[in-house]
């Protein structure tokens, strides 16, 4: 599977806003889900948020609701994630993924074409 790449992490201070974005070349971007997930040191990575193949349909876990919003361009294959009000807590290296399926999904499992990450910290 296709290697996705990341970018738009940084440091920002508590209440601040970040975008990061992610870019796939392969050709069939379009027909799947996709998804970001974080992992923040010592902690076991997690999901963030959640689009199917076309965007209509999203999901996000419960620590990012109204907080984040995802969002994909298939034209320019290319997935984003809007993160305002961001918090400590948010401090994490921030993965895209490719999934093996068309719909929504949260599983980990259901991935299988990780990015290398980008670094998002929140000063408090």
């Known amino acids: 599977q296709e290697q996705p790449v990341e970018s738009g992490g940084g440091l920002v201070q508590t209440g601040g806003s970040l975008r990061l974005s992610c870019a796939a070349s392969?050709?069939?971007?379009?027909?799947?889900?996709m998804g970001w997930f974080r992992q923040a040191p010592g902690k076991e990575r997690e999901f963030v948020a959640a689009?199917?193949?076309?965007?209509?349909?999203?999901v996000y876990a419960d620590s990012v609701k109204g907080r984040f919003t995802i969002s994909r361009d298939n034209a320019k294959r290319t997935l984003s994630l809007e993160m305002n009000n961001l918090k400590p807590e948010d401090t994490a290296v921030y993965y895209c993924?490719?999934?093996?399926?068309?719909?929504?999904?949260?599983?980990?499992?259901?991935?299988?074409?990780w990015g290398q990450g980008t670094q998002v910290a929140v000063s408090s």
């Open positions: 993924a490719i999934s093996m399926l068309v719909t929504v999904t949260t599983a980990e499992g259901n991935y299988d074409g």
């Open positions: 392969m050709y069939t971007f379009s027909r799947y889900a």
């Open positions: 689009t199917n193949w076309n965007g209509g349909t999203t």
